[in-house]
């Protein structure tokens, strides 16, 4: 995405186009996948400075703008993904760790299913199901 691309989106959600707030959209936008850990990681390789609480501040303002979305893979900080992302849920597993996806639309009927039975929608794209990897199948005993 361009800077230009990047400024219209901060100023369509009413938000000033400060640096950091484009660099952040920018790192979000590239990596995908960022928790406020990766996030000053990469902006650091991106030769800028960022230090964590700023991070923060700056990703919970893009959050609240709706301009990224997040979701709680573990016990850490919550990881941020672009809001144009293809909606997706994510398979966290519970014996290797590792972080799988499935396109939302597999798991739809499911979810309208839960609607219709409850009246509760469910929230996509902070959905996360955790079970077993491909991987971990068949050794994984717990
Ligand atoms: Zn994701
Ligand atoms: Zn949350
Ligand atoms: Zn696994």
């Known amino acids: 995405m361009t800077q230009d691309a990047l400024r219209e989106q901060l100023r369509r959600a009413g938000l000033r186009a400060t640096s950091q707030r484009l660099l952040v959209l920018e790192l979000v936008n590239r990596e995908r996948h960022l928790n406020v850990e990766g996030?000053?990681?990469?902006?650091?390789?991106?030769g800028a400075a960022l230090d964590l609480s700023t991070a923060y501040r700056t990703l919970e303002a893009l959050n609240e703008a709706g301009l990224v979305t997040h979701a709680h893979l573990g016990?850490?900080?919550?990881?941020?993904?672009?809001?144009?992302?293809?909606?997706?849920?994510?398979?966290?597993?519970?014996s290797c760790g590792s972080i799988g996806s499935v396109a939302?639309?597999?798991?739809?009927?499911?979810?309208?299913?839960?609607?219709?039975?409850?009246?509760?929608?469910?929230?996509?794209?902070?959905?996360v199901m955790h079970g077993v990897c491909t991987a971990c199948n068949g050794t994984d005993q717990s």
């Open 39 to 46: 996030l000053t990681r990469s902006a650091q390789e991106a």
């Open 75 to 94: 016990a850490g900080p919550p990881t941020y993904h672009a809001v144009d992302a293809v909606p997706h849920i994510h398979l966290v597993c519970r």
């Open 104 to 127: 939302a639309e597999k798991v739809e009927p499911a979810l309208k299913a839960v609607s219709t039975a409850t009246g509760f929608t469910a929230d996509l794209r902070h959905l």
